[in-house]
């Protein structure tokens, strides 16, 4: 029999997984050996067969482990972060996007939008300073960046989970955030009337 590459292994067992009508599907890193299309294939049929379970009797979730967060990202309504096991942060994808920013341009000017602001990473590239700003974007910072020449965007949830992990900033985002958001929820994905789950998990090392 012909030997199968790590690819086609790892396609026969997301099929046999989504298939198997299973209440408890685990799929870790399922996506090794699989390229960008295959991969893209991967995350509309997780939908498919999540949503197919939205009439059965049986309740389905998946649980699946990655490293690709910004390709699982697009699956997630719902965002946990933990930091060495402590929860520091439950909320909507939208509201994890006010976590940090991203500020860009001249050093000088860099400086002086964030200050007074927690800056956690700063990198050069010539005469160009980037930052990693934690905190939403207020009107004001956009107005003191728009004079200052300064660009400012949010962090992708992958970023900052790297963020998060790299410089150990669980107390700092869990003051803020325990006490103005409630309690956090499961996380839930599709149809909110399918009363069904499906959970993304990513797993960093320290």
């Known amino acids: 029999a ?14 046999i997984a989504l298939a198997s ?7 870790d890193e399922p996506y090794l ?19 197919a379970a939205a009439d059965d009797a049986v309740r389905r979730t998946f649980i699946v482990s990655t490293h690709l967060v910004d390709e699982a990202a697009e699956l997630l309504e719902e965002v946990v972060l933990l930091d060495s096991g402590r929860l ?22 860099v ?11 700063e990198r050069s590239l010539g005469p160009v300073l980037t930052a990693v700003v934690l905190g939403p974007v207020s009107a004001q910072d956009h107005a003191r960046a728009g004079y200052a020449g300064v660009e400012l965007s949010p962090l992708t949830l992958q970023e900052l989970v790297a963020v998060v992990g790299e410089h150990r900033l669980g107390a700092q985002l869990a003051a803020p955030w325990r006490g103005s958001t409630p309690a956090p929820q499961p996380l839930t994905c599709g ?4 009363g069904k789950d499906l959970s993304l998990i990513h797993i960093s090392e320290p």
Do not use: C, M, N, W
Not at 4 to 10: A, T
Not at 22 to 27: G, K, N
Not at 91 to 101: I, P, R, Y
């Open 88 to 109: 520091v942060f439950a909320g909507s994808t939208e509201d994890a996007s006010t976590l940090a920013f991203r500020a860009r341009g001249g050093r000088d000017a």
């Open 191 to 194: 149809s909110a009337s399918s």
């Open 21 to 27: 009508g299973a209440p408890y599907t685990v799929l």
């Open 33 to 51: 050996g699989l390229d960008a299309g295959a991969r893209a294939i991967f995350y509309e049929e997780l939908l498919v067969a999540y949503g």
């Open 111 to 121: 400086h002086t939008v964030a200050a007074g602001r927690s800056v956690v990473e």
């Open 2 to 15: 012909k030997k199968l590459s790590r690819g086609q292994r790892s396609a026969l067992a997301i099929t």
